[in-house]
C-alpha cells in the first residue's frame, strides 16, 4: 500500500514539469558566414581551404562541398 501511494506520488510529480521552451527563438551573435576569427575577416586554423570569410556565395559552396563529401550515395557512385 506504502509502495503504491510512493509511486502514485513520483507520478503526478512528473507531471508538474514546466516545459522548456525558447520563446525568444535563436539567437545569433553575427551571421555563419562572417568568420571564426577575433577580428573581422579572418579566420583561424579550423576555416576550410578555399573559403573566403565573410563570403556568403562562398560560405554557402563551402557548405554544399562538405555536405556532398559527407553524403555516402555521392561518394559511390
Known sequence: ???ALASGAMLLAACGEKPQTNAEGVKYDAVP???TGTQANTGTVFTAPGWKVGDKASWEQQIKTRSN???EYTRTN
Open 33 to 35: 558566414w562572417s568568420g
Open 69 to 71: 563529401g559527407q553524403n
Open 1 to 3: 500500500m506504502l509502495g
